[in-house]
């Protein structure tokens, strides 16, 4: 049944992340005219974008260079990652975006 409501995220080209949040701040915003968005979807989505996605970013990236991310250097002057548990990263069904690329998990 997940597969039926969700076939054009897992199979087609669309993607579950409201990218058109970006819109909202620059360099992005600057640029919106020429993508057409006007105003975001669900402007109460951000912080899927700017913080869940990055910090699944940083889990995927410090992975794929062989490091543990116990240390986050791109938080003010560095802060403890792994220990914190906000991201998730060791939640079981995590999993699925350290597999699949982020946009498609």
């Not at 889990?59 to 002057?77: G, T």
């Not at 914190?84 to 079981?92: D, E, I, K, T």
Request: aromatic share 16%.
């Amino acid at each position: 049944m997940p597969l039926g409501l969700f076939w054009s995220v897992t199979v087609g080209g669309r993607t579950l992340v409201p990218a058109d949040n970006l819109f909202n701040f620059e360099p992005w915003r600057s640029a919106a005219d020429q993508f057409g968005v006007t105003r975001p979807h669900n402007e109460l989505l951000s912080d899927l974008l700017l913080e869940n996605y990055a910090c699944k970013r940083f889990i995927v990236e410090s992975l794929r260079h062989k490091e543990i991310p116990l240390w986050n250097p791109y938080l003010f002057a560095g802060a403890p990652f792994l220990a914190a548990g906000q991201h998730s990263a060791l939640y079981p069904f995590s999993i699925v975006f350290y597999i699949l690329p982020l946009s498609r998990a």
